[in-house]
């Protein structure tokens, strides 16, 4: 099974968790699957109907919803640069999950790879470029799990991501 399947397989048994250990033990097994997969190389995105546009995924900063089109903005040169995909929100997010892309808001996914601040209180992130993005109510609890999973895996080098 594919990364990406598993990784929805996992996100649909979440619904169905009745205690706060076996969400953080789905989250810990997502977080294993993003961790691994392979960011060096290319994510090949549809990219105006004519071809696919190859990104590290690494560069990744954010993806906002445009109408019923999305742009991604992305490093490119020490710059942040944007494309405009005629794919919606939810598509785009299907396909890079597996590479640390996170629903934030209806109108933006972020690459948690490039986060440098979560306010809690003010429900907004700064990304690595400076661009600051909103933080709804709805996917503030999923973020802050996310978050506090993450800072104690590396807090304690014993804790494996890949337990049972």
């Known amino acids: 099974m594919e ?6 397989k996992i996100l649909a048994q979440l619904n169905t968790c009745s205690t ?3 969400r953080v ?3 810990k097994k997502i977080l294993y699957l993003i ?3 392979e960011t060096k190389k290319k994510v090949f995105l549809p990219y105006k109907r004519t071809g696919f546009i190859g990104l590290n995924p690494k560069l990744l900063l954010k993806i906002e919803a ?3 089109c999305s742009e991604l903005s992305y490093f490119y040169n020490r710059k942040t640069e944007k494309l405009a995909f005629s794919k919606s ?12 892309i996170f ?6 996914l972020v690459n948690l ?16 470029n400076g661009d600051v993005v909103p933080v709804s109510r709805n996917y503030m609890k999923s973020l802050k799990s996310l978050i506090s999973i993450i800072a104690l895996d590396l807090s304690n080098p014993s804790n494996g991501s890949n337990e049972n």
């Open 89 to 100: 929100l939810g598509e785009l997010e299907k396909k890079l999950r597996t590479v640390g």
């Open 3 to 8: 990364n990406n399947e598993m990784i929805n």
């Open 103 to 108: 629903r934030v808001h209806n109108s933006y």
């Open 20 to 22: 706060i250990k076996e």
């Open 35 to 37: 961790s691994s997969a």
């Open 66 to 68: 445009k109408g019923r």
């Open 113 to 128: 790879w490039n986060v440098s601040f979560i306010g809690f209180t003010d429900s907004q992130l700064r990304l690595s």
């Open 25 to 27: 033990k789905l989250l």
